[in-house]
């Protein structure tokens, strides 16, 4: 048996996977199921604490799920029949704030993992939030925006018995937007009668939104890199960039690197990728995306696979496209010195094994893209306030706090002598376990 890898967390994926079964969706099983990864990772870093067994209990079960199914009017007449989900991991230290994601390979057990996950950022950076999140299944591309509203608008009515802005808090996240965000808001203030801003993040500046809330995510990932090199005594002149994912989260972030300094000299979308040995023009590459839909082919580049990028000879990965992109299959090729994990769970923990005993170090994602929350959370007091702050009290707030987090979360590996991930989860849970044991346990 692998360390971690203990009999509750095998019980406990045991009977969510009947339940899985018994809505109708097989889920996968071994190392490509990200909620088998995340609590293999929990039990990694509970085997450095002295924690009550009730209290790792708790915190391995989600505390709540939903699943819903639920019809839509297509713009041809037929009736179409949507899953959905809404998972809360974790309400001790808040209400639970996480994203909704729209994709055809949404499943039960990665929303599970998803808001674990979430639960330890908030918890990493001292918000106070617990962690949640949402999906439907579906492909966002192939309905018309008014199917795509009408579809949005009946999942945040099938979802509200959960939402408030004090008790659940969505926001964007892979395959959503602003756009869907203020549906939501929408939608919920209609059943309440006013306009209730705070019940969702990540929406237009124009109904409560913040400023800096889109570029969040890539630009605190920029600045755990900054930290990250200064740590590790690496450049920055000369260091070299690879980005999987140039999308909202990997082009702000690529953009920052450069702005400290960094090369660029490879980016991929899900359609593929380019290399260039000089660095990559990234305004040029923005206006070839716009127009042709995808970085490939780009003047001056040569394509390649987003396989390719990963084992590419650079200084730093981002990986901001999925989870599971670096495994067991491949962790032996990966060619950087430093992984930035600008995704959640894009690295498996046999691949974590690997890494480490390669020499490499990463900078978690409870870490690495805790900046989309972060700034979330700055939205949520603003709206709670009806006071707005300007853009640069804001990015000056992130700044702060995740560069407070990164140093938090190194002093706690070298005091522990463990690797980042482990550290940085092994915060998180130290705090949710003060949080638990000082409300106490009701009744």
């Keep these: 048996m692998k360390a971690g890898r203990d ?16 809505l109708g969706k097989e889920p996968c099983t071994g190392e490509d199921n990200p909620y088998l990864n995340a609590l293999a990772q929990f039990d990694k870093a509970v085997a450095h604490l002295k924690l009550k067994r009730g209290v790792v209990d ?19 007449g037929d009736i179409r029949i949507f899953r959905g989900y809404r998972v809360h991991h974790s309400v001790v230290k808040g209400p639970s704030k996480g994203g909704i994601r729209y994709s055809p390979d949404v499943t039960l057990d990665e929303i599970r993992a998803l808001a674990m996950l979430m639960t330890w ?35 945040a009515t099938e979802i509200s018995v959960f939402m408030g802005p004090e008790s659940d808090i969505p926001a964007p996240d892979l395959g959503t937007d602003p756009q869907i965000m203020a549906w939501i808001m929408d939608t919920y203030s209609m059943h309440r009668g ?26 605190g990932v920029a600045y755990t890199i900054e930290e990250a090199l200064r740590f ?23 953009a920052r690197c450069v702005d400290l300094g960094l090369k660029v000299i490879a980016v991929s979308d899900s359609r593929g990728g380019i290399y260039r040995d000089a660095s990559l023009d990234l305004d040029a590459l923005n206006a070839h995306k716009s127009e042709a839909g995808t970085v490939m082919d780009f ?10 990028l990963l084992t590419l000879k650079c200084d730093v990965v981002i990986c901001a496209a999925t989870e599971n992109q670096i495994t067991s299959r491949n962790a032996d090729k990966i060619g950087a010195r430093l992984i930035a994990e600008g995704a959640n769970a894009p690295t498996t923990l046999e691949a974590d094994e690997i890494l480490t005993s390669r020499g490499i170090s990463i900078i978690p994602d409870i870490l ?17 306030q009806s006071f707005y702050w300007p853009l640069d009290q804001i990015n000056r707030h992130l700044k702060n706090l ?6 938090s979360v190194i002093g706690c590996c070298e005091t522990h002598n463990v690797p980042n991930r482990v550290g940085a989860q092994m915060l998180a849970i130290q705090r949710l376990n003060e949080a638990i044991l000082i409300r106490g346990i009701y009744p």
């Design 194 to 219: 006013f306009s209730v801003p705070a019940v969702v993040t990540g929406k237009p500046v124009e109904i409560g939104g913040s400023l800096g809330r889109t570029e969040a995510t890539g630009r």
């Design 368 to 384: 690495c893209n805790a900046g989309g929350v972060t700034v979330s959370y700055l939205e949520w007091v603003q709206d709670l």
């Design 299 to 308: 003047p001056g580049a040569d394509n390649i696979s987003n396989d390719e």
């Design 121 to 155: 950022k908030s918890a990493l950076m001292n918000l106070p939030f617990g962690g949640a999140k949402g999906g439907v299944v579906v492909d966002p591309k192939a309905l018309s925006r008014r199917e795509l509203e009408r579809m949005t608008r009946r999942y």
């Design 402 to 407: 995740m560069v407070d987090a990164f140093q």
């Design 232 to 254: 590790y005594n690496i450049g920055p002149s000369g260091v070299t960039v690879a980005v999987q994912g140039f999308g909202n989260v990997g082009s702000v972030a690529a």
């Design 58 to 76: 708790t915190l391995r079960y989600p505390k709540r799920e939903l699943s819903v199914t639920f019809p839509v009017v297509m713009d041809n």
């Design 7 to 22: 009999e509750g967390s095998t019980e406990c994926a045991q009977e969510f996977f009947s339940i899985s079964r018994a």
